[in-house]
């Protein structure tokens, strides 16, 4: 067996993705290897159509000479749409190593066109069921099945939301299917395999039809329905593979049939009323008679060309918690604390007499006095009902919603009154099912607690898209905050899939001027505006996130054909924000939410006191290197050229409109600082002058931040880099308010909206705008990940091919710090523990990976790896001393740095 191997095969991301409509998916995979500095120097693939011995071969790229291992496009004959194509990888490594062929993985296509389809859009019959009715609609149709079958697909989706089921089971496991999309441009498909639920004889496909966000209340600003459509339906088509190799075909159509379901009553933002008195026992199963109860169905005319296969994870159940105590308010409620905020839907077990409500209401915080809490939620109801069928044992969770929430209110549980049973309670938790790709952990046990709000922040809002809050009636995809937070998502979790989608949402929702919605789907837009809302369709930091997003995912998994298809839609907003300013080089005129939540507001405004104008000129110039980075390596010269020129007059008006002939910033806020020095607006001696006034801005703040969304994500980056990373450190771990620890203080286990959503004395911000789950401040884990820990990539060789750790100690309070990231080539790891001014530095690279070590304040003849010497240690490239400490190059291994602090 050779120690070389080739392990964790992903095509498109994902591992063994069922239904793709990708026509040239691109393949990745992980070496292991045993020895430092494991290169890999070629590699082989080989693709095969039906059956796992590859005796079908379809393609061979042969041996190739090449490092790649990572997103590599399949390149042989066209695939053929509904097939299963197996792949596995061959490598060679430096050391003239041969690895075994991988095991064996496989994708398989989905549709790959309209004429594909052969099933019809299909609802109940208007004359019999309301199209408006509230209650969910239940749909089903039953079929014979002539001899043993092979294989079978479904393909579905729905105007809606909806749940499958073959003969009385569920097919699959995810929910609020087919996802929220831009509906008109973008409308998701999923692909199940449903073998081994058919059988020969009677079966029943059987279909829940919810409004979900296609039809129900969305923006809660004033309830308005109906954004993408006034009539629910659903598009089902099963594929049969007989044994004898005949295929059959069942879709939907108009010999379907229809009812309303005991789902009374489901909306995103209300809940859910589930009357189980009004279950027809037996639907979905096979020989189930629908009789005269039930009503036919009638095709719709909507549209095909808009389908498209699943792109990212889909939406499930990812984790069960259980409620942690039971509280008696003041007031007299009777509460379960889950002891975590989370989203997603409470699971209950009764036994109860037939017509008995028991009603959940959820919440997520107790108010200063310890009573149930729900004005932050302001139009939403979160309430969920279920009316009992008697009998026995009942068992029930939501379908069509999902909730934000710590506490659950209970009434009309059967014995309330002695007490509730915790155990007849479950909490499932409820995201797009990422993959965890990174973990960070120090001495400080706060950090830690925040470092667990961070994550349960993305996960409660990264539920399809990316979600401003999960709770309230607003729940939709704010660009700013998707932009501002991209870099910690793709720490904590594999988030290529589920931002290529949102990306392709954006494009789609663009105007033809370039201009970015704030929400994505946009569905400010789809409902009627008025003159001071149509303003605000676009917006400097928010637009911003249509150049941010896809550069951030280029950088961290180094996918340049998103980069190359989003490139248009990123000029595009350039050519937008060119067309606004009244000066062409300053973006001064329109509507901006500026600094967002700064602290240094006036009274009675949401504006922090950056001028806005500053903000978009800064995003302006940012954007705009961004775009020319992009042209650099999607080899556009011209484009290159043109962006260059215009970057360098943005900064020149930038400068001239904002830095005074001193070397000062017009505008003394920390954001102005902190902007013009990311975004290197800045240089020389006047970039000193700004970083000095920026730390004494701090300084005298005793440590305190004034930030809003704009400038809050980049103010210990900016601190860090400029010189003062020690005045970063005590910012950090600040813990009074304004602090990222302070909410910690107060109880949070999620990123609040406002760093004083509860204040000091107890009592709450505003109801208007007052989420406890809004994940745009834990943007701070990037700086945690990459600063403290030390864990970064070096930008100029994308998706963490070459590492960079860089540990920046400070201060006595933080003695360790751990981060550990998957990455494209397996996992990266930086570690480091001070004691008694010794310090141990473990740095994890992964086969086919490098890494630039730095080890501050070391000297070169004092710092060993593992026993030696570090200039004698296996795997060093080269060991210096630089001006930060000690730098290091190394190859793939598992390395110890021990020395002695100066």
Not at 367 to 372: I, V, Y
Not at 805 to 816: C, D, H, I, K
Request: glycine fraction near 8%; proline fraction near 4%; aromatic fraction near 12%.
């Amino acid at each position: 067996m050779s120690s070389l191997k080739v392990e964790s095969l992903v095509c498109e991301y994902r591992t063994n993705p069922l239904g793709i409509d990708v026509r040239n998916p691109r393949i990745g995979w992980k070496l292991v290897s045993e020895r430092r500095g494991t290169v890999q120097k070629a590699y082989r693939i080989q693709v095969a159509g039906p059956g796992e011995d590859f005796a079908n071969l379809v393609w061979d790229s042969g041996r190739v000479e090449s490092e790649r291992s990572n997103l590599l496009a399949y390149e042989g004959p066209m695939l053929q749409p509904r097939t299963r194509y197996y792949y596995r990888v061959q490598v060679w490594d430096h050391f003239e190593r041969e690895s075994d062929w991988s095991a064996v993985a496989w994708w398989e296509t989905a549709l790959f066109s309209a004429d594909e389809w052969q099933a019809n859009w299909i609802t109940p019959d208007s004359e019999a069921i309301d199209p408006q009715a509230a209650p969910v609609f239940m749909l089903c149709k039953e079929f014979t099945l002539k001899q043993p079958i092979r294989l079978a697909r479904i393909y579905a989706t729905a105007a809606g939301v909806y749940e499958l089921y073959i003969s009385g089971e569920k097919a699959g496991d995810e929910l609020l299917a087919p996802g929220w999309t831009s509906y008109h441009k973008r409308h998701q498909y999923q692909t199940y395999d449903v073998t081994a639920q058919l059988k020969v004889g009677y079966n029943q496909i059987g279909v829940l039809l919810g409004n979900g966000w296609y039809k129900g209340q969305l923006t809660g600003f004033d309830n308005y329905t109906n954004l993408y459509g006034d009539i629910r339906a659903c598009l089902i088509q099963l594929h049969i593979l007989y044994e004898d190799g005949t295929e059959e075909v069942v879709v939907s159509d108009a010999t379907w049939s229809s009812s309303t379901s005991p789902i009374t009553l489901s909306e995103i933002y209300d809940g859910e009323t589930y009357d189980a008195r009004l279950e027809k026992e037996g639907w979905g199963q096979a020989g189930y008679d629908v009789g005269s109860n039930w009503s036919g169905t009638e095709i719709i005319d909507l549209p095909y060309t808009s389908l498209v296969a699943q792109e990212n994870s889909p939406t499930r159940v990812i984790e069960t918690i259980f409620p942690q105590s039971l509280i008696r308010t003041p007031s007299g409620e009777t509460l379960l604390d889950m002891g975590q905020n989370m989203v997603g839907r409470i699971r209950m077990t009764l036994q109860a007499p037939a017509g008995t409500v028991i009603r959940l209401q959820h919440a997520e915080v107790l108010d200063k006095e310890g009573n149930f809490y729900t004005g932050n939620l302001r139009k939403a109801k979160q309430l969920v009902e279920y009316i009992a069928k008697g009998g026995g044992t009942e068992s029930y969770a939501p379908h069509f919603t999902f909730q934000g929430f710590r506490y659950v209110k209970v009434e009309g549980f059967p014995g309330q009154e002695n007490g509730l049973p915790l155990d007849a309670f479950a909490g499932e938790v409820i995201h797009s099912d990422m993959e965890p790709t990174g973990w960070f952990e120090c001495s400080h046990p706060l950090v830690n607690q925040l470092q667990s709000n961070i994550v349960w922040g993305q996960r409660g809002n990264f539920l399809d898209l990316p979600t401003d809050c999960p709770q309230r009636d607003e729940r939709l995809g704010w660009t700013g905050d998707a932009q501002v937070f991209i870099r910690t998502a793709a720490f904590n979790y594999h988030v290529g899939p589920f931002f290529t989608k949102w990306l392709r949402d954006l494009k789609a929702d663009q105007g033809a001027d370039g201009g970015v919605p704030v929400v994505v789907p946009d569905v400010i837009t789809k409902k009627p505006v008025s003159e001071s809302e149509a303003e605000m369709l676009s917006a400097a930091a928010w637009g911003d996130a249509a150049v941010i997003c896809p550069w951030t995912l280029y950088l961290c998994y180094g996918d340049e054909r998103l980069l190359a298809d989003q490139y248009d839609s990123m000029k595009a907003w350039i050519s937008y924000i060119r067309s606004q300013g009244d000066r062409e080089y300053l973006w001064n005129t329109g509507f901006h939410y500026g600094d967002w939540l700064g602290l240094d507001a006036k009274e009675n405004s949401y504006i922090g006191a950056t001028p806005k104008d500053l903000i978009a000129t800064a995003f302006y110039a940012h954007s705009t290197r961004l775009v020319r980075d992009a042209a650099v390596v999607l080899g556009k010269a011209e484009d290159v050229r043109a962006y260059s020129e215009l970057l360098g007059r943005v900064i020149a008006a930038f400068r001239e409109e904002f830095v005074t002939p001193a070397g000062r910033l017009a505008a003394p806020t920390q954001t102005a600082h902190v902007l013009a020095l990311k975004f290197q607006l800045v240089e020389g001696n006047v970039r000193k002058r700004i970083a000095h006034d920026l730390n004494e801005l701090v300084v005298q703040n005793e440590y305190h931040l004034t930030t809003g969304f704009v400038g809050t994500p980049y103010l210990c980056l900016v601190l860090s880099d400029n010189g003062y990373h020690e005045t970063a450190v005590k910012l950090f771990l600040q813990e009074s308010y304004p602090s990222w620890l302070y909410s910690i203080t107060k109880g949070a286990t999620t990123i609040w909206e406002h760093w004083d959503g509860i204040k000091p004395d107890g009592s709450f911000w505003s109801d208007d705008m007052n989420s406890y789950n809004h994940y745009a401040y834990g943007a701070i884990g990037d700086w945690m990940y990459r600063y403290i820990a030390g864990l970064d990539m070096d930008e100029t060789v994308p998706g963490y091919r070459r590492i960079c750790v860089y540990p920046r100690f400070a201060g006595s309070e933080l003695t360790s710090a751990k981060a550990t990231l998957l990455t494209p080539y397996g996992k990266a790891e930086s570690a480091w523990h001070i004691e008694d001014n010794n310090i141990l530095v473990q740095v994890v690279v992964p086969a086919n990976s490098s890494a630039e070590v730095i080890l501050p304040g070391a000297e070169l003849e004092e710092v060993r790896e593992g026993d030696r010497m570090v200039t004698a240690s296996e795997g060093i490239h080269s060991a210096r001393r630089s001006e930060e400490g000690v730098r290091i190059s190394v190859g793939s291994g598992t390395y110890q740095f021990t020395y002695s602090m100066k």
